[in-house]
């Protein structure tokens, strides 16, 4: 959690203080580019707390903008940031199934918002965050007990899994469990094993089996398993083998997607690739941002330019999941 004193002053002095102890240079490019990208997410919010355009109605975009919002650091119940992050929990609150606990109509808005509320709590003075939040828990582990892969798919009730999907569960169930909320080692082991049969050969993940490694199921592959504190596992070491070999390739599929995960992968699992890769990625960022602040990509603006950001948000360091 964040103490009241890391809340104090601007998010840019904080984080340049937190490295000038003996870690990096925040870089001089990310705060304007960081700023414009969240100007962009204020102004076209909408009153219900979402964004009109393209995905931007889904919980899970909602959920992906206003972790953006928190991890540059401000105070979250009075900071600049303060009403539009309420906005974007309240429409992530009244879009869950008060009965089941089902945030959205998939599992992957149900990950991305259910991340949110767990990032959230503790910082954001919210009564209806809680119960919220421990009903989408819930729903996760009542979804995994019954699933035969030991994973998550679309549908709380499907009996099949994937990576992608079990990726976006599976980092919500590790930030509840950093907010204080029990998650049985049992729910994390089965993941982690549903993952290991899923990795091909050649360090990749495929995607419901040894099917095709790509670079965005690889980066999430091996993020589960160094937020699993996993990290000298072969698994997590041939699955960043795949990465630093294909790193620099800017071209992805879904590549903001990608973007999101490969930050954390390498962040968490090998650091100093983590700055030759951040340092790339901050060019290509700032060349395609747009001149409103957002980033375009095939799932609208809004998921763009949020997981643009949060891509470059690991920097920061203010969100506990992004925590080593």
């Known amino acids: 959690m964040l103490c009241a004193g890391l ?18 240079v925040l870089p001089r490019e990310l705060e304007p580019m960081y700023r414009r990208g969240l100007a962009y997410l204020v102004k076209t919010q909408t009153e219900l707390g979402c964004w009109e355009a ?16 928190l991890a540059h650091g401000d105070e979250p119940n009075t900071g600049p940031y303060a009403r539009p992050i309420r906005k974007g929990l309240s429409y992530i609150v009244g879009s869950a199934n008060k009965g089941t ?3 959205g109509d998939s599992m992957y808005n149900h990950g991305f918002a259910t991340l949110a509320l767990a990032e959230a709590y503790g910082m954001v003075e919210m009564p209806t965050l809680q119960p919220t939040l421990e009903r989408a828990i819930g ?11 030991g994973a998550w798919r679309y549908k709380p009730d499907s009996k099949d899994a994937d990576s992608t999907v079990s990726g976006a569960i599976l980092v ?27 990795q091909n050969s050649d360090g990749g993940f495929g995607y419901v089996n040894r099917s095709r490694s790509n670079m965005p199921r690889t980066a999430i592959g091996t993020l589960m398993f160094a937020l699993a504190k996993k990290r ?21 599929g879904y590549y903001y997607y990608y973007l999101y995960y490969v930050s954390q992968s390498l962040f968490q699992a090998d650091p100093e690739t983590w700055v030759k890769w951040n340092t790339f990625n901050m060019v290509q960022l700032k060349q395609s941002q747009n001149a409103d602040g957002s980033w375009t990509g095939q799932h609208g603006p809004a998921f763009s330019t949020a997981a643009a950001l949060l891509s470059l948000a690991v920097n920061y360091r203010f969100l506990p999941i992004y925590e080593r």
Do not use: W
Not at 9 to 18: E, F, L, N, S, Y
Not at 54 to 69: D, E, R, S
Not at 173 to 198: I, M, Q
Not at 232 to 252: F, H, K, T, V, W
């Open 232 to 252: 000298d596992e072969p698994e997590c070491r041939s699955g960043l083998r795949y990465l630093q070999a294909r790193i620099m390739n800017a071209q992805q």
């Open 101 to 103: 606990g089902f945030i």
């Open 7 to 24: 809340l104090a002053g601007t998010a840019a002095a904080r984080a340049q203080d937190v490295f000038g102890r003996g870690e990096d």
């Open 54 to 69: 393209h995905y931007g109605k889904q919980p899970g975009v909602v959920g992906l903008a206003v972790l953006a919002m």
């Open 139 to 149: 729903l996760i582990l009542a979804s995994q007990a019954q699933n035969k892969a």
């Open 172 to 198: 919500a169930l590790f930030a509840a469990r950093n907010a204080g909320f029990g998650v049985p080692e049992a729910a994390v082991t089965k993941a982690l094993d549903f993952y290991r049969r899923v």
